[in-house]
């Protein structure tokens, strides 16, 4: 049984950072797409970045291109969302989640496993 932990979550001001991790346990990590939501106070939860299992192609939605990256440590088992510049916008529960199909993808339903979420509130 796959299982996800996330961590780094918390309170952060307008234009600082935070790091999100996402520990893994129980399957072969390498083989794992991961993937980083959000769900905001009010909002569905939706897609924000993806890595493939080696961690050579990754990919942000729009609205965080430019100030997140997405990156994995496969000798530590752990994803990794760094954040920069962050807008009250950024607001949200942050899940992590796994995908061990070939190929990575965008949607919700694609992922397996999830973690329980990171809460990260950005003030203005």
């Known amino acids: 049984q796959v299982q996800l932990v996330e961590s780094g979550g918390g309170l952060a001001q307008a234009g600082g950072s935070l790091r999100l991790s996402c520990a893994v346990s129980g399957g072969t990590f390498s083989m794992l797409n991961m993937g980083w939501f959000r769900r905001a106070p009010g909002k569905d939860r939706e897609f924000v970045a993806v890595?493939?299992?080696?961690?050579?192609?990754?990919y942000l939605t729009d609205s965080v291109e430019g100030r997140f990256s997405i990156s994995r440590d496969n000798a530590k088992n752990t994803a990794y969302l760094q954040m920069n510049s962050l807008k009250p916008e950024d607001t949200a529960v942050y899940f992590c989640?796994?995908?061990?199909?070939?190929?990575?993808?965008?949607?919700?339903?694609?992922?397996?496993?999830w973690g329980q979420g990171t809460r990260v509130s950005v003030s203005s």
């Open positions: 890595i493939d299992g080696s961690g050579g192609l990754t």
């Open positions: 989640a796994a995908d061990p199909s070939w190929g990575w993808s965008v949607t919700e339903g694609a992922y397996d496993y």
